[in-house]
């Protein structure tokens, strides 16, 4: 069985102070991690993906394997930044599950 | 056309009544995928279509009959649902489903429906 658990429903922070939004998993296998982003009024969208290892919009993540982890971070908040985020895991064949979601609200 | 559209936006319907979500893409893609979504819950995986083929099946009861009448269009027919069945149905799809590794899903707006 594939879970994915986020502790946190809401976080707030100010503009301009430091982001984590945490993610924790349990699968047995290789999944593939993702963040997927929800922003008001808007269409759930990828955010980033753990293979790609890229930056986006400031967001970086970092697949722990060991702690099993897949914490969203960015050093710097800013007001457009606050939105629905959800960690997501795919064991393959498209199958995903979301985690339950964090609500980020950035505070100007 | 870079979008998943769904109709309608708002759907209510009774006990008894048969209604149909559609779904459509024009981005070629080949995989597509029927999520319900509760208020403040995550989207749960429904069904999942693989070149117009079902691969997936959630368990999910057979008041929900999905149809995949070609690789643009995702239909959800819907007969005697309950109160309970009320929530937003997401529509997504992707450019392959028949691999093991993950292509990225596109998302619909979704269609809220209520059940009364």
């Known amino acids: 069985a594939q879970r994915v658990t986020q502790p946190e429903k809401l976080l707030s922070v100010f503009k301009g102070a430091p982001v984590e939004l945490k993610c924790n998993y349990s699968?047995?296998?290789?999944?593939?991690l993702f963040w997927y982003v929800q922003y008001s009024r808007q269409r759930l969208q990828l955010l980033l993906r753990?293979?790609s290892r890229e930056s986006i919009k400031g967001f970086t993540a970092d697949l722990n394997k060991g702690e099993t982890s897949f914490h969203l971070k960015k050093p710097f908040a800013q007001e457009e930044d606050s939105a629905m985020y959800y960690c997501?895991?795919?064991?393959?064949?498209?199958?995903?599950?979301f985690g339950t979601g964090t609500k980020l609200q950035v505070i100007p | 056309d870079t979008e998943v559209t769904q109709t309608p936006k708002h759907l209510v319907m009774g006990m008894t009544n048969k209604k149909s979500l559609k779904c459509e893409q024009h981005?070629?893609?080949?995989?597509m995928y029927w999520y319900k979504q509760k208020a403040k819950k995550p989207p749960e995986l429904m069904f999942v279509?693989?070149?117009?083929?079902?691969?997936i099946n959630e368990s999910v009861p057979s008041r929900f009959s999905p149809e995949c009448p070609n690789s643009s269009l995702l239909n959800l027919h819907l007969h005697a649902l309950q109160p309970e069945d009320s929530a937003l149905y997401l529509c997504?799809?992707?450019?392959?489903?028949?691999?093991?590794?993950?292509?990225?899903?596109?998302f619909g707006p979704g269609t809220r429906l209520t059940v009364l």
């Open positions: 997504a799809s992707s450019q392959d489903g028949a691999g093991t590794s993950y292509n990225e899903q596109f």
């Open positions: 699968y047995s296998g290789s999944p593939e």
């Open positions: 753990h293979i």
């Open positions: 997501a895991l795919s064991g393959g064949y498209q199958k995903v599950t």
């Open positions: 981005m070629g893609h080949r995989a």
């Open positions: 279509y693989s070149y117009e083929k079902l691969s």
